[in-house]
């Protein structure tokens, strides 16, 4: 019984870290405008994280992907960047598109009436030789039908 009780607790500890609320340098004035991101297509992020993370993470047994549609607020520190991104939900999966293939070129339209939803992304600088820069995402929300930004 003690040992359903531990296994219980650290489950839940282990996922509450993996669907918990994303990290953050804060917010307020350390946001900056998007285009003081000097050198970054933000836009490119935002379908980098599509491909590698929420499609994957959070939309793996939808019909749907979803794909950016705006970069609502964006900042870096160093070579790391964090942005807040607007997602919705594309039809091209039915269309024989891959989680791996989706792109502005072949997954370009959100579907009528789609859901929508805030991203957080977290890029940090390759480190210690890995190559690439590691990215992360998490769903910071819904949003509601009709909301604008």
């Known amino acids: 019984m003690l040992r359903l009780v531990v296994l219980s607790v650290l489950f839940c500890a282990a996922a509450a870290q993996f669907f918990g609320p994303p990290p953050s340098w804060g917010s307020g004035s350390s946001w900056r405008d998007v285009s003081n991101l000097r050198g970054v297509d933000e836009m490119e992020v935002a379908w980098r994280a599509a491909r590698e993370e929420i499609n994957d993470k959070y939309y793996g047994r939808s019909r749907y992907f979803m794909i950016p549609v705006q970069v609502i607020r964006a900042h870096r520190r160093g070579r790391d960047i964090e942005l807040e991104v607007l997602y919705g939900e594309s039809e091209c999966r039915s269309r024989g598109v891959g989680a791996r293939q ?21 890029v940090e600088e390759a480190r210690r030789g890995r190559g690439k820069p590691d990215i992360e995402a998490w769903k910071v929300r819904d949003v509601r039908p009709g909301e604008r930004f």
């Open 102 to 122: 989706i792109s502005d070129r072949t997954c370009a339209d959100v579907r009528r009436g789609a859901d929508r939803a805030i991203y957080r992304i977290i």
